[in-house]
């Protein structure tokens, strides 16, 4: 079984929830206030950790109080937490989050984060079979260098460009595998996406960004829409009740590599990821709301023949 990798992003996630989001310039009262750790890379690399496939983080925190909890909640998921590193005169990572009807708001202060840079990414050893995966809550040409050495190591490189910020043609082309939403996906092709299109729509879209690579679009409850090999895979959604939909996205990427590390069929891993996700986001917070191996599967296990296959 090879190894996931995980370069990203680790955050105190600071939350409130509300009845209704405030307007711009309005104060609505909150019912309750939570910290939970979260963070992109956190959120994918407990995602993996948690189905059992030996996962690395590679990040940095802040010497502060949330970086100390940061990291003891991480070493208690499993994470491999070797190449985190405490940063002095640097916070940990934040976000300050709102939460309102199943629906959230984000605003993330990097701290930390933004100094992770190519020295951290060259540290551990990749190999043959390994998965890397990384997000856009760090530095870009961060990134660039880690799949640089992933594909030299001839490890699988997985990117979740999110959030959506411009990237270049260099950084692509060391993609094996791209994971994001429409939101995203609308950006990166300069397409007018919204939830409510044909999968078809996604497709079109997502297969300027193909050139050889496997594409992954999430589409929320509806599942995901895949293109390999230039030919489109839908995987139904599971219809479950949503309380915070936050992480649901990292916890699909996370639980997709940990498949792939598995060596699964695309299309297994990615009904598996859905399932993950469909969990994840019946519970609250990002990363300590990301399901157990043993959890996906009694899902699994527990569907009729044909259920979430193609229609
Ligand atoms: O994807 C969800 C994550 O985005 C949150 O945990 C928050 O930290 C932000 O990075």
């Known amino acids: 079984m090879g190894r996931v990798f995980v370069a990203g992003s680790i955050n105190m996630d600071v939350v409130a929830t509300a009845e209704r989001h405030p307007r711009i310039g309005e104060t609505v009262a909150g019912e309750a206030v939570f910290y939970f750790p979260g963070g992109k890379g956190a959120n994918q690399a407990v995602a ?3 189905q059992g496939v030996p996962t690395t983080l590679v990040g940095r925190l802040g010497a502060d109080a949330f970086g100390q909890e940061l990291r003891t909640f991480l070493a208690a998921q499993g994470v491999d937490l070797a190449f985190v590193k405490d940063t002095d005169n640097m916070h940990s990572g934040t976000a300050i989050i ?32 390994d998965v ?14 880690f799949f640089k050495r992933a594909r030299i190591a001839g490890a699988t490189t997985v990117l979740n460009p999110a959030p959506a910020k411009p990237a270049d043609k260099a950084l692509l082309d060391l993609v094996d595998i791209l994971i994001l939403n429409e939101t995203e996906l609308g950006f990166l092709t300069g397409t007018e996406l919204s939830d409510g299109d044909p999968p078809a729509r996604f497709a079109e879209a997502a297969r300027s960004l193909a050139q050889g690579r496997t594409i992954c679009v999430t589409l929320g409850k509806r599942g995901v829409l895949a293109l390999a090999d230039g030919e489109p895979l839908l995987v139904p959604g ?13 916890c699909f990427v996370g639980a997709l590599a940990s498949q792939l590390a ?23 917070g990002a990363a300590p709301s990301m399901p157990t191996a043993e959890e996906v599967s009694a899902v699994l296990s527990s569907r009729r023949p044909g259920e979430g296959r193609d229609p």
């Open 238 to 250: 599971r219809e479950v009740k949503a309380v915070d939909t936050t992480g649901a996205g990292d």
């Open 132 to 145: 890397a995966v990384s997000q856009f809550e760090i530095p870009l040409p961060t990134i660039a260098a």
């Open 48 to 50: 993996s950790a948690k």
């Open 98 to 129: 709102t939460i309102a009807d199943a629906d959230n708001t984000i605003v993330v202060v990097p701290g930390a984060n933004g100094l992770v840079d190519a020295d951290d990414v060259a540290a551990p050893a990749l190999a043959k079979g």
């Open 262 to 284: 598995g060596s699964k069929a695309l299309r297994d891993a990615l009904t598996y990821a859905n399932v993950a996700a469909s969990i994840c986001v019946q519970r609250m």
